[in-house]
């Protein structure tokens, strides 16, 4: 693919109780875990197998599906929470993956932009998400798209994502 034109993804939410949605989902997300910035290991059986109907079943839980030319090539896999301070909610972009024929052609910046319209339809009071700090592309996208580092003032520091493994 030519990296030098900008795409027009047509986006829109997956419907759950459609087969090709959650195996769209499924494609995308296995080949966002077998990129080196997924960790470079396909989605277990279990995953691929349940993933659509844990989905479905989460409350809050939404994905967006960007397609080019009726062929899903974006995914983001949001979250809706609540935050306790605002008392408004959240959205979480947990998982953002572009297909690597359509990165640099602003399919992420899209992806945002449909995540953020959703995000103020419902009155959220911020979209969060997490990237890996040598994950480059992925930051200046972020970054351009207006996401920074979470403080509460110079003094405090910025927040840090951890995880416990269970």
Avoid at 82 to 109: E, M, W, Y
Avoid at 135 to 147: L, P
Wanted: hydrophobic content about 40%; charged content about 20%.
């Amino acid at each position: 693919m030519n990296t030098d034109s900008e795409l027009k993804l047509e986006i829109r939410c997956a419907d759950w109780s459609n087969p090709k949605d959650g195996e769209a989902v499924v494609m995308l997300l296995n080949a966002y875990a077998e990129d080196p910035m997924g960790g470079e290991s396909p989605l277990s059986d279990y995953a691929r197998a349940n993933l659509p109907a844990a989905m479905a079943s989460t409350p809050g839980a939404f994905s967006a599906i960007g397609y080019l030319d009726g062929q899903p090539v974006a995914l983001a896999n949001c979250f809706t929470t609540l935050s306790t301070f605002a008392c408004k909610p959240i959205v979480n972009i947990h998982d953002l993956a572009v297909l690597p024929d359509a990165r640099g052609r602003r399919a992420g910046q899209q992806m945002l932009a449909f995540v953020e319209s959703e995000a103020k339809a419902i009155g959220a009071c911020k979209i969060t998400l997490e990237v890996l700090t040598g994950n480059d592309r992925a930051r200046r996208s972020y970054e351009h798209f207006g996401f920074e580092a979470y403080t509460l003032d110079d003094t405090t520091g910025h927040a840090l994502f951890l995880q416990k493994g269970i």
